[in-house]
């Protein structure tokens, strides 16, 4: 596709293929899903995130940055406190790719169950 249009749609896609990326590569670590595990139940401070973690708060802070960097949290800090809470938007487009390709691995597997059953009735 060329032209603006064109252009906005790669630009889009090329947008939507790294916020995947880093949200992939951000969950690819145990640590990091448990923490967005309880940032699903509301924001948390860094304290309650390090609590079931037998890590240093600084190696807990590195993860916390990942996240961010990926947009998948955010945190704000006032005073001496840090808040990160979940960002459900950049979820929101990882949960859409998931979905639309476990709808077509499903087309696929109900394709496949309906020739094995014509293939059963010809014997």
Known sequence: MTGPIGDLIVSDMAKFST????????????TRRAIVGCLCEGPK???ELSAPFEMALPSLLKHVQ????SGLISSEKIGRVRTCRLDPHAL?????????????????LDRMEAHIARMKRKD
């Not at 990942?66 to 960097?69: G, K």
């Not at 929101?92 to 998931?98: H, P, R, S």
């Open 19 to 30: 916020d995947l990326d880093s949200a992939f590569s951000a969950l690819a670590d145990p």
């Open 45 to 47: 401070t860094v304290s």
């Open 66 to 69: 990942v996240l961010e960097h």
């Open 92 to 108: 929101q487009a990882t949960e859409a790719w998931l979905r639309q390709h476990i709808a077509t691995w499903e087309r696929r």
